[in-house]
């Protein structure tokens, strides 16, 4: 969600934005100085000063994504992420978002399986950045989650999810992922489901507030144009209220791998099957990763050079776009495979997809696959910090995930010692296309009867 701004501010804050890529693709392979400490509270701060924009970037993560709900409270994690903005010590959701127009600063949630977070950017003038960071700092710190507007938002979650229940996209992620993960909390819908979401109560967001939201497990990442003193200043200010106690952050119990393949044929009058299969990956912190990552830029990650894209669509013409991708997470994330296509050669397509695995996992990729694939990831890197805003979204993620500090600095280097052994090996350790799980919505009628 983004706060509203005003329209003189949009312009400046595009003009400055327009600036930092200019000045960060020219500085994009120099070493990025991060800077890490704690706070008195015990929050982990990950901070790089950028003095060339008259502009700050502040965002503090906690584990709290939806991986900690229960079934029976399904939607719990994300409607108390979304309620932090809409109303906090003495301030409603109204008189919040006036105040950040006021002095144009923008406030955003992230939300996903593993984190709950909010971000504020705002400009480092002294009197945009007080009103900013006091009212960033009553969000996150005391949160009111009104009665009236709970009822509210979860009238607009619950319509929501009716709306996604009828979309085969929406059903066939839900299905992936519950075969996939089982009883595993990764299979839960962070957005939680109509029944769940109805039964929820002010009481059980203030609960989750209280376990989940600690000073201690708290990550905050902050980029601009302040000091070290400044940066530890603002760090402490908006987390030295966070609740002291809290679940322990590595409370996401361990995935299990899949024993047999799984098959899903689920009926939807589309015109077309909605196809996606995969396996269980691994956690963003695996020695696996960056032969995981550029293989897959072979496989399917690499858009019209992929291996998928000139079987499946340029050789055979059975679908207009096929994918894949790993997604780690905390603990071990999906591998999927998707694609599109009409429904009468859903088959025919999933048979060019499988063999185009098998024979990757068979031989890996050809050397002149792999020399593609590491130039074009280490061309195109500049391009992922070439901004304030990137950057800030790579220091959360190395401090949530427990990544190096020099991360940035040697992602190319280990993207280019890959190897086509370590890619092969990589993959027969963690795909194994005889235990893999299938859905299909919008099947075929022939697949819809057999299921």
């Known amino acids: 969600m983004q706060i509203r701004i005003g329209s003189k501010t949009l312009l400046l804050f595009a003009t400055l934005a327009a600036v930092a890529a200019l000045v960060f693709a020219s500085a994009a392979q120099a070493a990025l100085p991060i800077q890490h400490w704690k706070t008195e509270s015990g929050a982990n701060v990950y901070f790089v000063e950028n003095r060339d924009l008259p502009m700050i970037d502040v965002s503090v993560d906690v584990p709290a994504g939806s991986s900690f709900d229960v079934p029976g409270q399904s939607g ?85 999810l009716r709306e996604a229940n009828t979309k085969p996209e929406s059903i066939a992620e839900h299905s992936f992922f519950a075969m996939l993960y089982g009883d595993h909390p990764y299979a839960l819908r ?11 109560k002010r009481e059980n967001l203030q609960r989750f507030y209280a376990d989940h939201y600690s000073s201690a497990n708290a990550i905050v990442a902050i980029i601009g144009d302040i000091s070290r003193t400044d940066a ?27 024993q047999a393949a799984k098959v899903e044929n689920i009926p939807h009058p589309a015109s077309q099957s909605h196809i996606l299969l995969g396996a269980v990956g691994i956690p963003r912190n695996h020695p696996d990763y960056f032969p995981l990552f550029v293989g897959n830029y072979v496989l399917g990650g690499g858009g019209f050079v992929s291996r998928f894209i000139e079987e499946v669509r340029q050789k055979r013409g059975l679908a ?46 050809t050397a002149a ?18 901004s304030n805003k990137k950057i800030h ?17 040697t992602f190319t280097k280990n993207v280019e010692k890959v190897t086509t052994a370590d890619i092969k090996q990589a993959f027969s350790r963690h ?16 697949q819809a009867q057999a299921k």
């Open 76 to 160: 719990l994690a994300s409607l108390t992420q979304y309620m932090l903005r809409l109303g906090a010590e003495g301030l409603s959701d109204d008189e919040i978002s006036k105040r950040l127009a006021d002095v144009g600063a923008q406030l955003t949630g992230r939300f996903d399986h593993d984190r709950a977070g909010l971000s504020l950017r705002t400009l480092s003038s002294a009197r945009e950045r007080e009103q900013a960071l006091d009212v960033f700092a009553r969000v996150l710190q005391s949160p009111q989650f009104p009665q009236d507007v709970l009822e509210r938002e979860k009238a607009r979650v619950i319509g929501a």
């Open 320 to 365: 207009y776009s096929v994918y894949s991708y790993f997604m780690p997470l905390k603990e071990a994330g999906p591998f999927q495979i998707g694609l599109q296509t009409k429904k009468e050669q859903a088959d025919d397509a999933l048979l060019v997809v499988r063999k185009t695995l098998r024979e990757f996992l068979a031989g890996g990729p």
């Open 190 to 200: 962070t957005s939680g489901e109509v029944e769940t979401v109805t039964d929820l």
């Open 232 to 258: 530890d200043a603002i760090a402490e200010r908006v987390t030295g209220k966070l609740p002291r106690a809290g679940v322990p952050a590595t409370a996401i119990p361990d995935v299990q791998e899949l």
């Open 393 to 409: 979204e790579y220091l959360a993620v190395i401090g949530f995930y427990k990544l190096p500090l020099d991360y940035l600095d």
């Open 431 to 446: 795909v194994d296309p005889d235990r893999m799980v299938t859905t299909v919505v919008g099947a075929a009628e022939k």
């Open 369 to 386: 696959e792999l020399k593609a694939a590491r130039q074009n990831i280490i061309g195109g890197f500049p391009l992922r910090i070439d």
